[in-house]
């Protein structure tokens, strides 16, 4: 049962324009979500996150946006870059056990 | 960058042999989680610790066992290695004050033959 998805496998965005990616949870014990990046052949780098309280956190070009009634986030990048093509990692904590959950990943291609 | 080594990097095994791969952390963190890396599934928990001798099951614990004697390493034990455990391995930490994200390793590539 997958509790973090992301539906998405790939998204191609043109240079400059916003990148939105997506993702759905399941479980309404999750108390953060985070946004990972990840180049081939590297670990994981954390992104941004954002408390289950909240409904927006804002990093520079990034943004996270958590719609609690949907179970869904969102993270936008904007201006979208060339540095920003990569597999980027939707993930949730679990509060009562501190379990982190990722999702599959939606690659992300930024078009010149 | 956080201070996590895994080891080794890269390791070719073969069918029904015992593997170990180490995960060692100079950041003095709480929690250590494994994971593995394969295409279209993403990143899924093998197993986690919470503290010294402290761990529990992930998504795919199956075929894995884990031990976590001190703070700074956290070993995970393929007992009879399978194909199917071909995969790219992931090691991360986190200080679990609060929040605070979770650190990945560089990761493990391992190969069952």
């Known amino acids: 049962d997958q509790q973090v998805k992301q539906n998405s496998p790939s998204l191609s965005v043109q240079e400059g324009r916003i990148s939105i990616l997506n993702c759905d949870y399941t479980n309404s014990m999750f108390d953060y979500f985070l946004w990972y990046k990840k180049y081939p052949a590297e670990g994981p780098t954390f992104l941004i996150s954002i408390s289950s309280i909240k409904d927006k956190n804002e990093d520079g070009r990034f943004t996270v946006f958590l719609n609690k009634s949907a179970k869904h986030l969102s993270l936008h990048i904007v201006p979208s870059q060339p540095g920003d093509s990569a597999v980027y990692f939707c993930?949730?904590?679990?509060?009562?056990?501190?379990?982190?959950?990722f999702g599959k990943g939606t690659r992300l291609h930024i078009l010149p | 960058d956080a201070g996590i080594t895994q080891s080794p990097r890269h390791k070719v095994t073969e069918t029904g042999t015992p593997v170990t791969l180490r995960c060692h952390q100079t950041e003095n963190h709480r929690y250590m989680y494994w994971y593995r890396q394969d295409p279209g599934h993403g990143l899924r928990l093998i197993h986690y610790?919470?503290?010294?001798?402290?761990?529990d099951k992930g998504e795919v614990s199956d075929g894995y066992s884990v031990s976590r004697s001190k703070t700074e390493d956290f070993l995970l034990t393929l007992e009879s290695a399978t194909s199917s455990q071909t995969s790219v391995y992931f090691c991360a930490i986190s200080d679990g004050q609060g929040f605070t994200e979770a650190f990945f390793g560089q990761g493990t590539r391992l190969t069952v033959v």
């Open positions: 610790s919470y503290g010294v001798k402290d761990t």
């Open positions: 993930a949730a904590r679990r509060h009562r056990d501190d379990k982190i959950i």
